[in-house]
Every structure is written in structure tokens, then in C-alpha cells.
């Protein structure tokens, strides 16, 4: 078997991984180390290791990447391979990829499920291309719609985020290490590298770590991304509350940390005393400083074993299936991945408004304006990139659909008179508008960043109030990565869509969405507010933050206001009716888990999938907290006339708070289910003990 699998894949530098770990050449005392039981196997290579080789496993190896790479030192004679890591939550950063839809859109589906699949065929890409660690997924909660790379997470509720990211990374750890990112408080851009941001305990516990924790104990991600910024003082790589106390001390994470890139990492000592495992890209605080750290017995060397041993033991545990023989090249920008990214965007986008305009006929004949029309916005240009060889933009979804002759496009700006003319005969006009790479993502120089109004350009909403004003069925699509608001436009229009970055195959979703070929079924995976003035202030100059313990639906529910678009909010070419919930228990204690059971029927003539959301009410908290709180969802499908049962479980845990360590729900709460946190027409009650 040994020799055979050498003989099959010596070349292939790709699989270092089996090559090195199945036996192929190497130092003695490696091969005694072979058939060990896995974490007696790690303990035996330690000990085989000099301090140097140890260290020399806690930092990348260059600066810069090596065939899009980055790579981190194997050790040859004990054929221990390095890492070789690559980014992202939306493709793999490496040549030509799958380009997926955005977090965020993966976010408006709803459906853990559907990310898992998601992540499996990034997670085999990555393989593919040699990849063995993902530097995905990104699940910072959407503190904000204007944060410069929202596209990258799933949105604003830690309970959703959580489950999204659970899902991904189960998918992806099929094939490779992945890696939740950036641990913790990551939510501005512009200020990223410094930004110091102070969140109260209670805060952090219950809005900005849940996630994280689901990631380690229901999914048990490999590894986890450090931040950037400060969290209460402390560089989140040099912080000893999240890394140790809470990260691996509390929830038992048992993979490794790696820092962000270059600035993730300020120091030799405070980094390694806190549990930061592995500086990346390169070592400038680690390697020789840290060697010399530990002789000066300023770190103990029981530091560097258990970085070590959190480093190996993770590149056994996820190499020792050997040759991944279903992965080869030709998985990247397969059908079969095109196909699974065009049903996610189908998926994903959200009929925000729709005044009797939307099924267009197939026989509709359409106009297609704006700048957007005819480009695969396929979002932020850093580390979230992707490049797929083909893509397809609406203008070509609709073609695709109806022929080339049913179809004009004015990829403009503004219509001069002869273009609105003609635009104006179409049987309806689309109009794509919305942001880009260039407007907000991670900040790259000039390009990216954190937006400063959540608004269109005044051009383009001149251009959709130029279209409204010719045509009585003027449809907005909109592109972007979270909330934009619409006042001054939205009344003007008979239907709006939000497409997000709907990825390569978004073209065809957009179309397909439009002219009623998919019945759209995303929901809302943030608030959509009807200003800014409705959402807590976001500062992106200030060196210094504070996140309030409110945000989102819960911030707008809290100081009862009513914003554009609610929290899981999304229309249907069909009607959902709410029947019945029934809870299976009136009591239970409060680490209970409750199943409760909700019918929904199909009252319209189209098939069609619904999110069915759970809300607990918190009519009277022992501390100050949002009205209600989500704590459970579940995408079905219900077809004409038929009635469905959704069976969504709650975690009672979720129900408690945070003072000076977990206190239990206790008392009546009521349970409502419905289409969005603003209708939800069943309520169940159960009482906590
Ligand atoms: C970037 C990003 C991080 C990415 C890493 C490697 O700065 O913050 O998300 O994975 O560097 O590209």
C-alpha cells in the first residue's frame, strides 16, 4: 500500500500531505512514530523534534504566496508537510475558481444545509488547487450594513450566522482544514489594524461569540483566524481572555490559531503567552525571536509544545485519509459546482417589493439599464476574490431566457432621449443598480472600505427615477453586500429585487427570478432600515469603538422602530399561511432542547420554499434585552395546496443571559413563528424551570 501510494503520487507536490505522512522515506524515528494511535503518534513525532523544528511549526514561511499558496515549513526528515493555506469564504483564491455567491447571499438562504454543499465544493477546489487550509468561513456578526466586507459573512444574528457557518464548514472539512474568521469584534474596515473596540462581557458572550462557539463545538472547525483590531485593550492575537479563558479553555478548542496577515501579529511574547499558534504569513515576531524568547526564558518551551502539538495534531488528523482520489483538477468550475452555485443564487435573492409587476411572461419583452446590466458583479476585490473563467451577467441571464430580440440593454448611466424612447417601449424595463468592488470590501488602497452612506449614488438613483417616471413597470434589481436604503426611489417603482453579489452564475438567477422561471425564497439575513438614523452609529475613523449590546432587528425593535425591510423579511410568488404551532412540552428544564412543530400551507398555484423563523419573547428579562430573539428556522418546500410541517429545535440555553457567567432561562416565555420578525402570526408558550 506504502509503496504504491509513493509510486502513484511521488510528483505530485499537491499531496505532500499523504506522500510525507504515509511513510514514504524519512528519519527513523518517524517510522517509529507510524501506526501510532493519533494523539500518541503527535506526542511521539514531538518528541522526536528539536525546539528549532518546533518553532519553526508556529509561523508561515514567506511573505508572499507560492502558486497563490501561502505556506507554512514541513519537516522533511520526520516528513511532517507544511501548510499550504488560501483564502475564501466565496472560492478558492488560486488561479480560476467557482465564484459563489457572497456570504451574504448564502446568508439570505436560509439553509445550512444547501452551505454545507457549498462548502464541501470550495473545500474540494481547495484540495484541488493543493490547498489544505481554507481561510474560511468569515462569520463576524453584520454589526453594521455599511462594514466594507459584510458580503463576506451571513448577517447580523449570531443563532443564524452560527448555523450558516456550522453548515460551511462541515462541507469543507470534507476535504481540508477550514477556518473560522476573524476571532473577535471584526466589524469595521477602515480601521481594522488598530481600532480598538470595548464590548462588555455580557455583549461579547451573547452577541459576538455564540457564533464562534457553535463553529468549535458543533463543527469542530481545525482553526481559527485572529483579528486585527483590539478587543478591550488587547490585539486579539495577545489577547489571554479570548484565546485561552475562552477560546480553548472554555469551549475546548483543540486546533490551532492563526494570526490575520502581517499587522494580525504585534509581538513575540504577549502572542505566544496568549495562544496565538501560528504567525502568518511570515515570521518576523515568531521563528528566531521566538527561539530566542524561550532561551531567555521569557516563554516557557511548554508554550511551544502545546502550539506544536495543536499544529501537528491537526495536520495528521486531517491528512491521514491520505490521497483524496475524487479530487482532481477537473472538480474546479465543474457543472456540477456551476450548477450548485446558480441554485444558491436562485436561492438567495429576496423580492423586497412587488406591486403586481413581478412574474414578467416569458413572451415579456424587457429592457435592461444601468451600468450593472451587463457585468458579473461578483463583488469585493481582496482577499474574498475569485476568478471564475466565464461568468454571466443579467443581461445574458435574460437573453439566455427570452432570445436576443427580446431583449434591449442600455448599459448607461443616465438614457439620452433616443435611448429612453426606445427603453420606453418595452413591455418592462430593469433597472441593475447597486454597489461594487470598487465602492465597498476589504480595504485595499483606493478600492474597498467601509461605505459612508448606505444609499445609491445620486446618479443612479436619478437614473431609476428617470426610468420610473417612462414606464409603469420599472423593476430595481439591486447588487451589494448588505442593507441599502431607498427612500427617495422605492415608491416610485412597481418591483425591487436584491440580488447581492449573486456570483458567476447570477445572471441566470436574476433572469430566472424576474421572468418567474424560480419562485424567489430568500429572506433577509439583516435589517434593511429606512435610514441610517434607525441603526446605532457607525464609526469607521475613530481609533477607539464602542459595540452597544444592541443591533440589527434587535436594536430597531428595541427603540421600536419600523425599518424598510425587517429581519427575515422576503416575498413569494405564492402565499404562505400559518396554521398551527404545537411545542412538545409546556415545561422543560433550561438546558432542554424543544421541538416545536409548525404547519404552513400553500395557499397560491406555485410551488414554492419558505423560512419559517422562531422568536422567543423576553416580555420580562432579568437585564435589559431585545423584545424578541431568534432561536431556531427551517427552509421547506410546500407545494400547491399542500400543508407542511416545519420541525425546528430550540436550544433552551440560548434563552439565558450572561451576568458574571451563564444564568438559566427561567419563568413563561412565548414562542412565535412566522415569515419574518415582524409577522409572526403563532405564538405556543412553555414555561422554564
Ligand atoms: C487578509 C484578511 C483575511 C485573509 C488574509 C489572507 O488581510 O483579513 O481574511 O484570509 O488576509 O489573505
Known sequence: MVSRLCDAHRVQRARLFALLLAGCGGDPAAQSCDGLPLDDRVTCLLEAMTASEKVAQMHGSQLGPVDDLYVTPAVERLRLPGFAMVDGPRGVRAGHATAFPVGMARGATWDPALEERVG????????????????????????????????ETYGEDTLHIGRMGVGFIVGAQQHVIASAKHFAGNSIEDTRFEVDVTIDERTLREQYLPHFRMAVQEANVGSVMSAYNQVNGLYCAESPHLLRDILKGEWGFEGFVESDWILGTRSTVASALAGLDIEMPAPVFYGARLEDAVAAGEVPMAVIDEAARRVIHKKLEFAIDGVDPNVGDDVVESEEHLELAREVANKSLVLLKNEGALPLSNSASVALIGALADVANLGDEGSSAVEPTTSVSPYAGFVDRLGEAAVSLFAVDVLDAADASAASAADAVVVVVGLTGEDEGEKLGPVGGD?????????????????????????????????????????????????????????????????????????LPITF??????????????????????????????????????????????????GAIRLDAVTA??????????????????????????????????????????????????????????????????????????QPARGPYRFLAGSSSRDLPLEATLTVE
Open 120 to 151: 464541501e465544493a470550495i473545500g474540494r477546489e481547495t484540495a484541488a488547487k493543493g490547498g489544505n487550509v481554507l481561510l474560511a468561513p468569515t462569520i463576524n456578526v453584520l454589526r453594521h450594513p455599511a462594514w466594507g466586507r459584510a458580503q
Open 451 to 523: 461605505r459612508d452612506t448606505l444609499a445609491l449614488s445620486d446618479e443612479q438613483q436619478a437614473l431609476i427615477l428617470q426610468v420610473a417616471a417612462l414606464h409603469d413597470r420599472t423593476i430595481v434589481v439591486l447588487e451589494g453586500g448588505a442593507s441599502i436604503t431607498m427612500e427617495g426611489w422605492i415608491d416610485e417603482v412597481e418591483a425591487v429585487v436584491m440580488a447581492w453579489y449573486p456570483g458567476q452564475q447570477g445572471g441566470f438567477a436574476v433572469a430566472d427570478v424576474v421572468l418567474g422561471a424560480v419562485n424567489p425564497s430568500g429572506r
Open 529 to 578: 432600515p429606512v435610514s441610517e438614523t434607525q441603526l446605532p452609529a457607525f464609526d469607521h475613523t475613530s481609533a477607539a469603538v464602542t459595540y452597544g449590546y444592541f443591533h440589527g432587528y434587535r436594536h430597531v425593535d428595541h427603540e421600536g422602530l419600523d425599518p424598510l425591510f425587517p429581519f427575515g423579511f422576503g416575498l413569494s410568488y405564492t402565499t404562505f399561511t400559518y
Open 589 to 662: 428544564s433550561a438546558d432542554a432542547t424543544v421541538t416545536a412543530e409548525v404547519d404552513v400551507s400553500n395557499g397560491g398555484t406555485r410551488p414554492g420554499e419558505e423560512v419559517v423563523q422562531i422568536y422567543v419573547a423576553f416580555d420580562d428579562p432579568p437585564l435589559e434585552r431585545a423584545p424578541i430573539e431568534l432561536k431556531g428556522f427551517s427552509r421547506i418546500a410546500v407545494d400547491p395546496g399542500e400543508t407542511v410541517t416545519a420541525r425546528i429545535e430550540i436550544d433552551l440555553a440560548t434563552l439565558g443571559h450572561y451576568d458574571g457567567g451563564w
